[in-house]
C-alpha cells in the first residue's frame, strides 16, 4: 500500500475554547455525530493540559489526551495511571506518523508525572498491542430471560430499596470507594464523571437501587435503565445493568435478585459484567445466563516494570526474573532484565538477573495483574519460557482473585 504524503502539522494541547473544535474532530475519527461535548461536559473539561492534538494549518486533524487516574493491584495499593482517551486521526491524515507521534507524546508524558503505567479502552482491537500496551481485563456480555430465572438459595437477609437521584449522588461514591479499594483492576471515578460515567439515555428509565444489610451498613447499589416494549397489549421491558457495585457477596446476590425480579420485564442484560461473574452459579440452571459475547475492557501498557510490579502482592512466595522487551521505548524502565524477589514482607523487583521469561512489555502488561495466565500467553507465542518450571512458578505467583474489572470506563 502506498503512504500517504508527508504533512506539516503542528502539535500542542488544546485550550477551552478549542473545545468544540476537538469535538468535531472526535466524532469525524469515531465515525460519529458530534455531541460528545454536550454530552459529557464534564469529561471534556478536564486536564486540558494533558491533551495532545495536531493541527494541519488551522485544522484539528488529530486528537488524543491523558486523565490522571489510578488502578487497585492486588493487595489494595492505588497505582497512578495515565487513562489514554479520546485518540482519533482524521481519515485524510492516516498514515503519517500521527498516531505514532501521539502515543510517544503520551507515554513521555505518564513517564514525566511518575505515572507507572498507561491504560485505555481501545476501539480497535489491532492497534495498541505496537505501543507496548496488553489487555489487562476483559468483560462479558450476558442476557436472561426472566421466565428461565430460578435462584436456588432463599432471599437473603437485608434490605433492597429504591432510591432517589439525590440520594444516589451522596450515597454511590462511597460504596464505590470500599470496593475500588481492594478489587483488583479497579480504576478510579473522578468526581466530575459520576453523572456522564453511569448513564445513557439509550437505556431507557434510569432507576437506582442500595442494598442495606441487616445491620444497615449498605453494602452495594445498582443503577439500571428500562426500555419499555411491548407485544400488543403485554409489556415486555428490556432491563439493562449500567453500574453494580457490591461490596460483599450477600450484596451482589440481593442485587442481582432483585433485578431478575423486576415486575414487567422479559429480558435483563448486562453488556459488561466480570468474568468470574457469581450470578450463573446462583439459579438453579447455569444455562439461563447467556454469555452473548466477550470483549477486552482496559489495556494497561507499564512504563516502569520495578515500580508496578513492586506495588501489587502476590499469590505465593519466590523468585521470577524477566526479560523484557520494549520496541517504543527501548531504554526505557520497561525494556531490558528485571528480577522479581517475592520472598520478604514486601516484594521488591531489581534491575539485572537472569531471565526465567522472556516477553514483550505488552505480554507483560498482559499478565501482572492475574486476567491471563502466562501458560496461555507462552501458548499464543507471547512470552518465552528461559527456565524450566517458569511459566508454572508465574502462573502461580501473578494469581489474582477475583479477576481484574476495572468498574470505570472511559
Not at 482491537?125 to 442476557?143: H, K, N, Q
Not at 479499594?181 to 456522564?196: E, I, L
Request: aromatic fraction near 10%; glycine fraction near 8%.
Amino acid at each position: 500500500m502506498r503512504a500517504s504524503p508527508a504533512v506539516d502539522v503542528t502539535f500542542r494541547s488544546v485550550e477551552a475554547s478549542e473545545l468544540p473544535a476537538f469535538d468535531r474532530a472526535t466524532s469525524i475519527g469515531f465515525s460519529e455525530r458530534p455531541g460528545w461535548l454536550d454530552e459529557h461536559p464534564n469529561w471534556a473539561a478536564l486536564e486540558l493540559d494533558r491533551t495532545w492534538v495536531a493541527f494541519d494549518g488551522d485544522d484539528l486533524v488529530a486528537t488524543s489526551r491523558n486523565y490522571s487516574l489510578d488502578v487497585t493491584v492486588p493487595g489494595g495499593t492505588r497505582v497512578p495511571a495515565a487513562g489514554v482517551s479520546a485518540v482519533t486521526v482524521r481519515p485524510t491524515h492516516r498514515r503519517r506518523g500521527l498516531l505514532r507521534s501521539m502515543m510517544r507524546a503520551l507515554l513521555d508524558d505518564a513517564s514525566r508525572r511518575d505515572e507507572p503505567l498507561a491504560m485505555l479502552t481501545a476501539s480497535e482491537g489491532a492497534i495498541y498491542a505496537r505501543f507496548g500496551f496488553g489487555i489487562t481485563s476483559r468483560t462479558m456480555s450476558i442476557e436472561l430471560d426472566r421466565r428461565d430465572i430460578e435462584f436456588a438459595r432463599p432471599r437473603p437477609d437485608g434490605t433492597v430499596r429504591m432510591i432517589e437521584p439525590d440520594e444516589a449522588a451522596k450515597l454511590e461514591p462511597g460504596v464505590f470507594a470500599r470496593v475500588h479499594r481492594t478489587y483488583p483492576g479497579a480504576v478510579s471515578r473522578p468526581d466530575a464523571w459520576w453523572r456522564d460515567e453511569q448513564w445513557e439515555h439509550r437505556l431507557g428509565v434510569r432507576f437506582d437501587v442500595a442494598y442495606e444489610a441487616p445491620d444497615g451498613r449498605v453494602d452495594g447499589y445498582a443503577c439500571y435503565g428500562i426500555r419499555p416494549h411491548f407485544d400488543g397489549a403485554f409489556a415486555i421491558n428490556r432491563l439493562t445493568v449500567r453500574d453494580l457495585v457490591a461490596a460483599t457477596p450477600t450484596a451482589t446476590y440481593a442485587l442481582w435478585r432483585y433485578l431478575c425480579e423486576v415486575d414487567l420485564v422479559r429480558t435483563i442484560g448486562d453488556p459488561g459484567a466480570p468474568l468470574d461473574l457469581a450470578l450463573p452459579w446462583m439459579l438453579t440452571s447455569n444455562r439461563a445466563v447467556q454469555i452473548r459475547g466477550i470483549a477486552d475492557a482496559v489495556w494497561h501498557r507499564l512504563l516502569d516494570v520495578p515500580a508496578a510490579l513492586s506495588a501489587r502482592t502476590y499469590a505465593q512466595t519466590g523468585h521470577l526474573g524477566l526479560r523484557v522487551r520494549d520496541e517504543f521505548r527501548p531504554g526505557g524502565r520497561a525494556d531490558g532484565a528485571f528480577t522479581l524477589d517475592a520472598t520478604g514482607a514486601a516484594p521488591v523487583v531489581h534491575d539485572g538477573g537472569d531471565p526465567d521469561l522472556d516477553c514483550a512489555v505488552s505480554a507483560l502488561s498482559a499478565a501482572w495483574l492475574g486476567g491471563v495466565r502466562w501458560t496461555t500467553l507462552a501458548a499464543a507465542g507471547l512470552a518465552e519460557e528461559r527456565t524450566p518450571g517458569a511459566l508454572a512458578r508465574a502462573d502461580a505467583l501473578f494469581a489474582t482473585q477475583p479477576l481484574p474489572y476495572p468498574f470505570t470506563w472511559f
